[in-house]
């Protein structure tokens, strides 16, 4: 097989995610973040939840329970979206047959002697957890369910989490990559921002003096790690680290590492279309956002999100999108008012990502050193996959959930040592704000 072929053939096992890939295996092995708790009222309506190409109907029992299941009834298909949420289940509006929240039908009303029909017709339906104000879902085999990750930002008290819902019109995995690339955050986000623009005590400074970081990169209990390294005047080192953790979460390095507790899913809808779901800890230290002369970073206001419909892409989709090539303010460009020309971090991030096409082809990339990461977390991703495919064997997390326990994002500041990042890392965790068990 050429080479192209080759990586052809790994971009389709990294990147699709419907029942039966290789990737989608391996996701189906998790417990992944699927609504808000607020989307789903006691007695209210269904929602379509669309999660690892699989369409799913969501509701919330008068009784407070909760049901994820496949959309269609499994009489004649029709959808139970449409469905009438009553007590005891959902109740299909066809011909009346009705599913309780572990999917097993328990009305068949359109025949004579239908109960004897019920206990034959169990519909594909999903475990639900509920914690933070988000509804989780699990997918794989009922006899492999595992654990939930003891991702340490969920540890926080209920109540001490900011969630944030966007979605992204692209591949789970090209969204994910942009959250672990640290050399464009010196252009796409503040390519217009030089060292004397900032606070004298905003390490962003580092950053803008020095645009091309020192790049390390390892394999992690959890999946991969970074640190980039910029070198202070005084001889010290200002290093930023950031983490992929299986399946799907990354760790972005914007945070003080001693209290930066963060994590965001990039959870797989269908091929072309991710879910993100950041957790934040409310606790943690102020990022800087303003610059020297008082005002705001340029391109830094709050994400605007759509209301929300109820079509299958209706979920958090945000107001800049590529049919409106995200507001981008041509003049803001040029006049070097907002390097990119469009506002918000996280859309200047959904509109590169998204621009690269639904699936990005990525045998025809030209990676160098800065990519380093991203290239070792797609190994690392489709090795995983491809070990579940051919030896059955489970990914990180799924049997050791204490595997996520020392993950950390965040930078630091370090003057006279010489240490190396592994062991700055190992040192400064210990000194770090934990939260649950240690
Ligand atoms: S299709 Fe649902 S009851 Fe007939
Ligand atoms: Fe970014």
């Known amino acids: 097989m050429s080479t192209k072929d080759q990586l052809i053939r790994d971009n389709e096992d990294m990147t699709r995610v419907g029942p039966g890939t290789a990737m989608g295996s391996l996701m189906r092995r998790y417990w992944l973040p699927a609504l808000r708790s607020s989307e789903l009222a006691a007695g209210g309506s269904p929602v379509r939840l669309l999660m690892l190409g699989e369409k799913l109907v969501a509701f919330r029992s008068p009784n407070g329970e909760l049901g994820v299941m496949d959309h269609r009834c499994p009489h004649r298909n029709a959808s139970l979206y449409l469905g009438r949420n009553e007590e005891g289940g959902l109740r299909c509006i066809y011909h009346g047959w009705k599913f309780d929240t572990s999917g097993q039908c328990v009305e068949v009303p359109n025949v004579p002697n239908g109960a004897q029909v019920c206990p034959k017709v169990k519909t594909t339906r999903y475990k639900t957890y509920e914690r933070h104000g988000v509804v989780w879902v699990y997918m794989g085999p009922a006899e492999l369910e595992p654990p939930l990750p003891l991702i340490e930002v969920l540890e926080a008290d209920e109540g001490d989490l900011e969630i944030e819902f966007a979605q992204r019109e692209c591949n789970f995995l090209q969204a994910l990559e942009g959250d672990i690339d640290t050399s464009h955050l010196g252009f796409l986000h503040v390519g217009n921002i030089v060292p004397d623009d900032l606070l004298p005590q905003d390490p962003m400074r580092y950053v803008v003096a020095n645009r091309a970081p020192e790049l390390e990169v390892g394999d992690a209990p959890w999946g991969t790690s970074y ?94 999108n590529p049919r409106n090539d995200y507001l981008i303010d041509r003049d803001a460009q040029r006049e070097d008012r907002i390097y990119s020309g469009i506002d918000n971090i996280g859309v200047q991030d959904q509109a590169m990502t998204e621009s690269m096409g639904e699936i990005t082809d990525r045998s025809r990339e030209h990676l160098v050193p800065s990519d380093m990461m991203i290239v070792r977390t797609r190994r690392r991703l489709l090795q995983a996959a491809r070990l579940l495919a051919v030896e059955g064997k489970a990914p990180p997390g799924v049997s050791d959930p204490f595997v996520y326990r020392m993950a950390r994002s965040g930078d630091m500041i370090v003057e006279g040592s010489d240490a190396n990042w592994k062991a700055l890392y190992d040192i400064r965790i210990r000194e770090a704000v934990r939260l649950g068990q240690a």
């Open 227 to 320: 640190c980039a390294t910029k070198h202070t005047p005084t001889g010290g080192r200002y290093l930023r680290y950031a983490n992929f953790m299986f399946p799907c979460w990354t760790q972005a390095p914007q945070g003080q590492f001693e209290n930066n507790l963060f994590a965001r899913a990039w959870v797989p809808m269908d091929d072309t279309h991710t879910m993100s779901i950041t957790l934040l800890w409310k606790k943690r230290g102020n990022l800087f956002r303003t610059m020297a002369n008082g005002e705001p970073l340029p391109g830094v206001s709050e994400l605007r999100l759509l209301p929300n419909t109820s079509d299958w892409y209706g979920r958090y989709r945000t107001e800049q």
